[in-house]
């Protein structure tokens, strides 16, 4: 199975912490981010990887390598200076992401969820339009929510509202017809869901989204515990 991991962006709210490195290569607990994404997603059953960069992608690079070390075979996206967004940066790699159905991951979230069970709804063809979208209780720094979960688990544009996590099983037909660019991921989810073309599941457990160096501190703390 193919997996994604999203590992362009600048990361400026981190401040100096990203001044010479990109976000990716943070350290939790002295692994880094994408190392601990790579290691969760080769026990999942991942076999070939994807990693889309820009800001300081060549560090990236000669610290993942090509993926053995984890058991994983690793592709990269090389995208401009000034990164493709989330979006964006999927339809760029689409060309190495094959025709299945495929994990999406941002690099700079720290979870326990189960990645084996996007695998799952995969086989059970929960996913046989669009997708599946894993939402999270929505954190202090988000509390309006992205979407709301329907009969079926079918996403819905409505109230109450959950927290997109950054983890995602995507078919890429998801993305046929979309020119290249900058995009948002939100330009496809919306009207996808008003279609009534994507699931979602929920997950009550540890996810943090590193976004400043406070909740690093908070992810490596939880990661601990």
């Known amino acids: 199975?193919?997996?994604?991991?999203?590992?362009?962006?600048?990361?400026?709210?981190?401040?100096?912490?990203?001044?010479?490195?990109?976000?990716?290569?943070?350290?939790?607990?002295?692994?880094?981010?994408?190392?601990?994404?790579?290691?969760?997603?080769?026990?999942?059953?991942?076999?070939?990887?994807?990693?889309?960069?820009?800001?300081?992608?060549?560090?990236?690079?000669a610290a993942v390598g090509d993926g053995s070390r984890f058991g994983l075979k690793v592709r990269y996206s090389q995208e401009p200076a000034t990164p493709l967004e989330t979006a964006g940066g999927i339809i760029a790699a689409l060309p190495?992401?094959?025709?299945?159905p495929f994990l999406l991951v941002n690099a700079d979230v720290v979870s326990d969820f189960d990645f084996a069970l996007l695998a799952a709804a995969r086989r059970s063809g929960r996913d046989s339009v669009s997708g599946t979208l894993v939402l999270v209780p929505n954190p202090d720094h988000h509390p309006q929510g992205d979407y709301g979960l329907g009969p079926g688990g079918r996403l819905r544009m409505a109230e109450p509202r959950y927290t997109y996590s950054g983890i995602a099983l995507l078919a890429p037909a998801l993305f046929a017809g979309l020119a290249p660019g900058r995009r948002p991921l939100s330009q496809v989810f919306d009207p996808a869901i008003a279609a009534g073309r994507l699931g979602g599941l929920l997950h009550p457990g540890l996810w943090i989204d590193v976004g400043t160096p406070?909740?690093?501190?908070?992810?490596?703390?939880?990661?601990r515990d």
């Open 1 to 61: 199975m193919h997996a994604m991991i999203l590992a362009a962006g600048r990361g400026e709210r981190m401040g100096a912490l990203t001044a010479a490195q990109p976000k990716p290569l943070l350290k939790l607990n002295g692994e880094t981010l994408i190392a601990r994404q790579l290691g969760r997603l080769a026990a999942a059953g991942c076999s070939d990887v994807v990693i889309n960069l820009s800001y300081r992608g060549d560090q990236i690079r």
């Open 96 to 100: 190495l992401l094959g025709d299945a």
């Open 214 to 223: 406070a909740r690093l501190t908070a992810a490596a703390a939880a990661a």
